[in-house]
C-alpha cells in the first residue's frame, strides 16, 4: 500500500474554488483501479492550505494515476503557489479501535 500525503498553498480568497475545480477529477480518480482514498479538503485551520491524502492499493495503481494525471488538461480553478507531497510505503496497517 502506498500513502501519497501533503499541501497545496493558497491564496485564502482562491482556495475554495482550487477545491471546486478539481471535484471532477477527485470522482473519477477514486474510480481508478487500485484507489483506496483520495481526497483534496480545505485545512479547518489554516486557511492557505489544501490538504491532499491519498490511499493506493500498490505503486502499480499509483503508477497508473500519475499516467493518467500527465496525459490529462490542468484543472480548472487557481493554481497553488506551493506544494509539499510525501509519498510513503507502508508494509503493513491495523486497525484502531
Known amino acids: ?3 501519497v500525503a501533503g499541501a497545496f498553498i493558497l491564496d485564502p480568497s ?5 477545491i471546486a475545480g478539481r ?4 470522482r473519477a480518480t477514486r474510480d481508478e483501479p487500485g484507489c ?7 485545512d ?15 505503486q502499480a ?7 493518467v494525471i500527465a496525459a490529462a488538461e490542468r484543472p ?5 503557489k506551493g506544494m509539499s507531497v510525501e509519498i510513503y510505503d507502508i508494509s ?3 486497525s484502531f479501535g
Open 1 to 3: 500500500m502506498l500513502i
Open 92 to 94: 503493513g496497517v491495523r
Open 14 to 18: 482562491e482556495r475554495d474554488a482550487f
Open 61 to 67: 495503481s499509483f503508477d497508473g494515476h500519475m499516467a
Open 36 to 42: 483506496l482514498e483520495y481526497v483534496m479538503a480545505a
Open 44 to 58: 479547518p485551520v489554516d486557511e492557505t492550505r489544501v490538504i491532499l491524502f491519498e490511499r493506493w492499493a500498490d
Open 76 to 80: 480548472s480553478g487557481p493554481a497553488p
Open 23 to 26: 471535484r471532477d477529477s477527485m
